[in-house]
């Protein structure tokens, strides 16, 4: 499976939010995407999945599903969490399990796998701000979808959480899925590449092995 | 599970929780109702015979409460993104929520009218009558109002731009529920006639609503 751009120009309100972004991710790997605020790292991953209207470029998607578009092989974990407030952990999982039409609903395993199974029957509400966005990965993982477009996923989360979040991404890795991430800090992933959209043209930095420290 | 039987148990999940808004509609029909005869008087002849309009009115303003909200809760919290992500039509993502809000606003109005309804010195005919239009009807109000619910969708206060969209449009099934209900009250047209036309408006809503609301969502995303 190979996710290609080329040429992206996305033009909001009256401004260009980035033009001329050209990328290729495939099966295996992560593609970082770095850029001060405002850069248009929001406006790109949402851009992919239909979110945002790309005003000019293309986008494909090689070895997917031909009976689906991009949006509906995709995750996206943007900056909400998409919990309604008066369902518990469980309800909120199992509704996007459910909606997303996954085959077999471990939603136990999925809150395990975040380390929210003791807070299962605990309504949204009551949540704090990093476990809600740990309820949110869990459902990448209750529902296989093969890309993965993250949105700062490290923010509000703890140390421990981080590193439980570096382990889910390198076993969707491992697992041939592709992942897209706009981030600023280090995300601790050993193959990566860069996408710096602060530069007038925004370019591929290739970057074998992640130099910066697992958080 | 099927992804609109999801979306179905959710909302009507939702309705039912603290907060949810689905006793608060008909609570409200109870209060404007019980209202009425206060501000008229005890003259039971101009009631019995008023007595059907004040229902539909309170039906079409208590079915207008928590329509605001249908959309705009899903976009401020992120679901509709995801929503929009989904294999699922948003057509019929759109119709299901409106079922589901439906069964839990607008049923209960249904429900509850044959009670009200002898706070306005209605009969039995008369009140079954009145039923059968209200069951009829309020789909019909409540498909419409999704139209208005998907266009305020972004708007901060959009219950206000909301009422004004809606209202409007509600007319027609406003005038001809009311006719159908005052035939079998008062006569002499037959109740048949006006209460085909209602069902003509309600089975139009259902298929034109959900594409209409749909359309608005995409159009508001991008």
């Known amino acids: ?42 406006s790109l991953l949402r851009g992919v999945i239909g979110l945002v209207r790309l005003s000019q470029g293309r986008l494909t998607l090689e070895g997917g599903d031909p009976e689906l578009t991009i949006a509906e092989q995709t995750h996206y974990l943007g900056h909400q969490d998409a919990l309604k407030p008066s369902l518990s952990a469980a309800e909120n999982l199992s509704f996007w399990a459910g909606f997303f039409d996954a085959p077999s609903l471990d939603i136990h395993g999925a809150l395990d796998a975040v380390g929210l199974a003791s807070l299962a029957g605990l309504p949204a509400a009551y949540l704090s701000a990093g476990q809600r966005r740990r309820l949110s990965i869990a459902r990448l993982i209750a529902v296989k979808r093969p890309i993965w477009l993250l949105d700062e996923p490290t923010s509000t989360l703890d140390v421990a959480a981080q590193g439980r979040l570096t382990g889910l991404m390198q076993a969707h890795l491992a697992s041939g899925g592709l992942i897209m991430a706009a981030t600023h800090g280090p995300i601790g992933l050993a193959k990566t590449q860069e996408l710096r959209l602060d530069q007038a043209s925004p370019s591929l930095a290739q970057d074998q092995g992640d130099e910066q420290e697992k958080p | 599970m099927n992804p609109l039987a999801a ?16 006793l608060m509609g008909v609570l409200f029909f ?25 229902l539909w009115l309170a039906a079409l303003l208590a079915s207008l409460l928590a329509l605001d909200r249908m959309f705009a ?5 992120g679901s509709l993104d995801l929503i929009l992500m989904g294999r699922a039509p948003l057509e019929l993502v759109v119709a299901v929520k409106g079922i589901a809000h439906w069964l839990t606003t607008g049923l209960p109005l249904v429900l509850a009218a044959p009670l009200i309804g002898l706070f306005l010195n209605l009969d039995a005919p008369a009140e079954a009558a009145l039923v059968l239009t209200l069951l009829v009807g309020t789909p019909a109000l409540t498909f419409i109002g999704l139209i208005g619910a998907a266009i305020a969708v972004t708007l ?4 206000l731009l909301l009422a004004v969209i809606v209202l409007p449009l509600t007319v027609p099934v406003l005038i001809f529920g009311v006719a159908a209900a005052n035939a079998a009250v008062i ?20 298929v034109v609503g959900p594409f209409a609301a749909a359309a608005a969502l995409r159009q508001e995303m991008e």
Do not use: Q, W, Y
């Open chain 2, 73 to 77: 809760a899903d976009h401020d919290d």
């Open chain 2, 30 to 54: 109870l209060v404007v109702v019980t209202l009425t005869p206060f501000a008229i008087g005890p003259d039971l002849a101009l009631l019995k015979r008023i007595g059907p309009a004040i």
């Open chain 2, 7 to 22: 979306i179905l148990v959710r909302d009507m999940r939702i309705a039912v929780r603290v907060g949810g808004g689905a």
């Open chain 1, 1 to 42: 499976m190979r996710l290609s751009a080329d040429d992206l120009h996305c033009h909001r309100g009256g401004r260009d939010v980035f033009a001329g972004v050209s990328f290729a991710v495939g099966s295996g790997e992560a593609l970082i995407v770095i850029g001060r605020n405002g850069a248009g790292k929001s």
């Open chain 2, 187 to 206: 006569g002499p047209v037959p109740f048949g006639t006006p209460f085909t036309i209602l069902c003509a408006l309600t089975l139009a809503s259902l």
């Open chain 2, 156 to 159: 901060r206060r959009g219950g």
